[in-house]
C-alpha cells in the first residue's frame, strides 16, 4: 500500500490568511494530498526565558510570529473540501481549558462528516505555560491524561458525567457529537509521554527523526503497547516532516530528515515508510515564499514521490 501523504496548510506571518489557507487546503485535495494539518504556537517571546524547544540559546524562528489559530484555520479547510482529514500536528493540550477543546473538535467532526484527526502534545514553551495554562508547566503530563479523559467522556454518549482535578460535568447533555470516534495522535519523544502513547492513543506522531531513530523507537512503542495488552494493529505511526528546502544536496553525514533537494526530500519519505510509517505529513511553509510556492513544491514532491512507488 502506498504510504499516505498529508500537507501542511499555511499559518504564519508570510501568508494571507483571508484566502491562503482555504486556496491551499482545495488544491492540495485536488493534488491527492490525504490529509492537512495545523501546528499550534500562542506566542513569541521578546525575552524567552528559554531558547527554541528548550535548548539553551536557540533562537526562535520568525516563521512563528503571529501564527494563526489551528482550529480557526482547520475550519476553512473543511468548509472547502471533501474527503481530506483534517488533523491538528500539535495541539497543545495544557493551553486549553479540556471541555471547550473536546467540543470544538466533536463540532469540526460533525461539520465535517467525520475527518477530524486530534493531534495534541504537551509543549515545551514556558513562556506559553505561563500566558495560558491550566496548571504549572511541572504538571502538563497530568492535564494530558485528563484531557484525553475528558475527550472521551464528552464524544461518548450522554449523559456525560466526569471529575477531575480541573474538570467537573455532572450528568450533562454534552453536544453536538463527533460524527465517528475521533482518533487521537500523540507527539513523544521518550519516558512516560512515549508509554502514554502505547496506553492510550490511536497513533504516534515524532517529528524530525531520522528514519533509523524511528524504527528503534517505534519497536520501544510497540513493545509498550504489547505489554499494556494492545497489538501493534492498534496505533498509526504518522510521522511530521518539517521540510527545509535546498538548492543543492546536502551530504548525509550534515543533513536533518527532510533537509536538502526535493530528491532528498522524497528519499526521506521513502526511507520512513520502509520502517513502518502509515503516513507522513509535509509541512512546506517555513523557508517558502508565498502560497504559488508553496503549491508548485507541494505538486513536485507529491508526485516525485508517486513516480518513486513510495
Not at 83 to 100: C, M, N
Not at 269 to 278: D, L, R, T
Request: hydrophobic share 45%.
Amino acid at each position: 500500500m502506498a504510504i499516505r501523504l498529508g500537507l501542511g496548510l499555511p499559518q504564519n506571518n508570510r501568508y494571507d490568511l483571508a484566502r491562503d489557507p482555504a486556496r491551499v487546503a482545495r488544491a492540495a485535495e485536488q493534488i491527492g494530498y490525504e490529509s492537512l494539518w495545523v501546528f499550534e504556537r500562542l506566542l513569541v517571546p521578546e525575552r524567552p526565558h528559554q531558547g527554541l524547544y528548550g535548548i539553551p540559546g536557540r533562537a526562535w524562528p520568525d516563521a512563528y510570529r503571529s501564527v494563526a489559530h489551528p482550529l480557526v484555520v482547520l475550519s476553512l479547510a473543511a468548509a472547502v473540501t471533501e474527503r481530506a482529514r483534517l488533523g491538528s500536528s500539535v495541539l497543545i493540550a495544557p493551553l486549553h481549558v479540556p471541555v471547550q477543546l473536546a467540543r470544538a473538535l466533536a463540532t469540526l467532526d460533525a461539520v465535517s462528516g467525520g475527518r477530524v484527526v486530534a493531534g495534541f502534545g504537551t509543549g515545551w514553551s514556558l513562556d506559553e505555560y505561563a500566558a495560558a495554562s491550566i496548571a504549572p508547566f511541572e504538571e502538563r503530563g497530568a492535564v494530558m491524561d485528563e484531557l484525553l479523559d475528558v475527550c472521551a467522556a464528552v464524544w461518548g454518549p450522554d449523559p456525560v458525567s466526569y471529575r477531575g482535578a480541573h474538570t467537573v460535568i455532572d450528568e450533562a447533555e454534552v453536544g453536538p457529537k463527533p460524527a465517528r470516534p475521533i482518533p487521537v495522535y500523540l507527539a513523544a519523544t521518550g519516558g512516560r509521554a512515549l508509554d502514554r502513547v502505547a496506553r492510550r492513543a490511536d497513533g504516534w506522531m515524532p517529528t524530525g527523526i531520522s528514519a533509523a531513530d524511528l524504527a528503534t523507537q517505534w519497536r520501544t512503542v510497540k513493545e509498550l503497547a504489547a505489554s499494556h495488552g494492545r497489538g501493534a494493529e492498534a496505533l498509526t505511526l504518522c510521522v511530521r516532516g518539517n521540510v527545509q528546502l535546498t538548492g543543492s544536496p546536502i551530504s548525509d553525514a550534515e543533513r536533518q530528515p527532510f533537509t536538502g533537494t526535493v530528491e532528498q526530500i522524497v528519499e526521506d519519505v521513502a526511507a520512513h515508510a520502509a520502517v513502518g510509517a502509515e503516513e507522513v505529513l509535509l509541512d512546506l511553509q517555513w523557508n517558502i515564499g508565498d502560497a504559488d510556492e508553496l503549491l508548485d513544491l507541494a505538486v513536485r514532491i507529491h508526485t516525485e514521490v508517486r513516480d518513486a512507488a513510495v
